[in-house]
């Protein structure tokens, strides 16, 4: 398995509504109300991010896996809780 590819991914800004997030040539946009694990973590748990594969993000001081596609698109994968 190759390594990370983690010095292609950054957090850019912070925002009380959520942040972006650069991806090699692609900026995205990680709304709260879409992902609320990150809604009360520090900036440093947001800012430390890997990205071992090209479809998944790991932030692994909120031990939080989410595909990219995920953060394209929402709306394709609902929120469920039991």
Same mark, same amino acid.
């Given at each position: 398995?190759?390594?990370?590819? +983690?010095?292609?991914?950054?957090?850019?800004?912070?925002?009380?509504?959520?942040?972006?997030?650069?991806?090699?040539? #692609? #900026?995205?946009?990680?709304?709260?109300? #879409?992902? @609320?694990?990150?809604?009360?973590? +520090?900036? #440093?748990?947001? +800012? +430390?991010?890997?990205?071992?594969?090209?479809?998944? /993000?790991?932030? @692994? /001081?909120?031990?939080?896996?989410?595909?990219?596609?995920?953060?394209?698109? @929402?709306?394709?994968? @609902?929120?469920?809780?039991?």
């Amino acid at each position: 398995m190759p390594g990370a590819i +983690t010095s292609e991914v950054e957090v850019s800004l912070a925002t009380n509504k959520g942040f972006w997030l650069l991806l090699k040539d #692609e #900026e995205l946009f990680v709304p709260f109300a #879409e992902f @609320p694990w990150f809604k009360k973590a +520090t900036l #440093e748990q947001i +800012t +430390t991010v890997e990205w071992p594969t090209p479809d998944h /993000l790991y932030w @692994p /001081l909120l031990d939080v896996d989410l595909a990219v596609e995920s953060i394209r698109d @929402p709306g394709k994968f @609902p929120l469920v809780a039991k």
